[in-house]
């Protein structure tokens, strides 16, 4: 069983009788439950949606994320998932976060999630081995699943209320808690700000609903990586046991799929409540694209289109953007989101897929003298135009950028809804039909 390691302020003791007992304990009777610490398959650690969705407690948390990377020349390396980038991934290893570029990664899969591991050992040990029990919450400890250590803290307490081990890992659990609450209290009030003159902000898209989103996005002739876990797959099989082999061998071999292929299982069956347990590591392509060279500081709409003074503030009118947080993922998708869905007066949509030249969103951004759908006038207190063309003609690189993205974003399109409420003047004459993606190009 992995230690805890040492932190400031406190140490742990264990008598070497004890210590021999819990080896013995661990080696031997519940050998078969330290394999099961090991990789168990490509399932990642539920997000929050997920947990909510399954009726589960919020605040259980699944710690940190564990995987195990193969690099390209075949080495594997265990530790925890801190962040994924586009180009590299941050591995924490020993207490120690490690850079890996990926393009020297073969694969990574996930662990199983550290609540379902911890259920799996806690089985195992009768509740009077208040030892090895202490060794499981230690474990916890390692992997950042605090709820899950103090309640098997508190069962413990129950049965020796004065364990002194105990006590101080009760203790030191508490304090790590109320500190990271206000930590993260105070990130949240030195980067969220409101909006000059804007006491209404829109929100932003949460994590989860990002997560959806990607899946709904994914272009299945160029998709991003991701994960179905088994799990998935299983409840589907129940679902619909006549389409699928009996033989468990035969429908083992669908967990070797591509996970492309699996999600596709998943469209196919409109399965959409199973959605949500999709993981989509990256941004789709077309994704990336907006982000950096359309919302972005890099791109013009947060710029010129969602700037306070225009479509972000509160003279908006109809049509809102989010202008907080430009770079950020979430300003992205919930920008894309509101203009994937808004519908003009005339109940034409902003964004035309089919002929992107004709779309909404490019002729009212164009220079007026030379766009088909010119953008009304706007005049400020000192009688001066407050609008500013975006680009001068089709000729401008910006356009020619914006064209291609919107001639890149996955068609036909699947109307979905995110709970995420539209921008004001979405036409409710044109509802979400819930449609599932297109299985085949």
């Not at 390691?5 to 264990?14: A, D, I, K, M, V």
């Not at 590299?88 to 570029?101: F, N």
Request: glycine fraction near 4%.
């Amino acid at each position: 069983m992995p230690k805890l390691p040492p932190q400031p302020g406190h140490r742990f003791f264990r008598s070497p009788i004890s210590t021999l007992a819990l080896c013995l304990v661990f080696g031997a009777g519940l050998g078969a439950v330290s394999m099961n610490i090991e990789p168990q398959g490509d399932d990642p650690a539920p997000t929050a949606g997920e947990r909510a969705t399954a009726g589960q407690d919020l605040r259980k948390d699944d710690g940190l994320h564990e995987c195990v990377i193969t690099l390209v020349t075949g080495r594997t390396i265990t530790g925890f998932l801190i962040e994924s980038r586009e180009d590299e991934v941050v591995l924490r290893l020993q207490s120690i976060d490690t850079t890996y570029k990926r393009k020297i990664i073969d694969s990574i899969r996930f662990l199983a999630p550290v609540s379902e591991r911890y259920h799996t050992l806690r089985a195992q040990i009768a509740d009077t081995d208040i030892e090895t029990r202490l060794t499981l919450v230690e474990w916890l400890r390692t992997r950042e699943a605090y709820y899950l250590a103090l309640d098997e803290l508190a069962s413990i307490l129950e049965i020796e209320p004065h364990n002194p081990q105990a006590r101080t890992l009760h203790s030191w659990l508490k304090a790590q808690l109320e500190m990271g609450s206000s930590t993260k209290s105070t990130k949240k009030t030195r980067t969220k700000r409101a909006p000059k003159n804007d006491p209404k902000a829109l929100a932003l898209l949460t994590p989860e609903q990002i997560n959806l989103m990607r899946v709904y996005e994914i272009d299945l002739r160029n998709p991003p990586k991701l994960i179905v876990p088994d799990a998935t797959l299983r409840e589907l099989f129940s679902r619909f046991p006549d389409q699928f082999p009996a033989d468990d061998a035969e429908r083992a071999k669908y967990f070797d799929l591509p996970e492309v292929e699996k999600l596709k299982l998943l469209f196919t069956h409109h399965a959409r409540d199973l959605y949500t347990q999709v993981r989509v590591l990256e941004d789709p392509a077309m994704m990336k694209i907006f982000q950096t060279r359309i919302n972005g500081r890099g791109g013009w709409l947060v710029n010129a289109c969602a700037s306070s003074s225009c479509h972000g503030g509160e003279e908006a009118g109809s049509f809102r953007l989010v202008s907080d947080r430009p770079n950020s993922f979430e300003s992205a998708y919930t920008n894309f989101y509101i203009m994937d869905r808004y519908r003009l007066k005339d109940g034409s949509a902003l964004i035309n897929y089919e002929n992107p030249a004709r779309s909404p969103l490019l002729q009212l951004a164009t220079l007026q003298s030379k766009a088909t759908r010119p953008h009304p006038e706007v005049i400020n207190d000192r009688r001066l135009s407050k609008w500013r063309a975006v680009f001068r003609s089709t000729r401008d690189r910006k356009y020619k950028v914006a064209y291609d993205w919107i001639n890149s974003v996955y068609s036909p399109r699947v109307q979905y809804d995110l709970g995420y409420p539209p921008a004001p003047a979405a036409d409710p004459a044109n509802p979400v039909d819930g449609k599932d993606p297109v299985v085949s190009p």
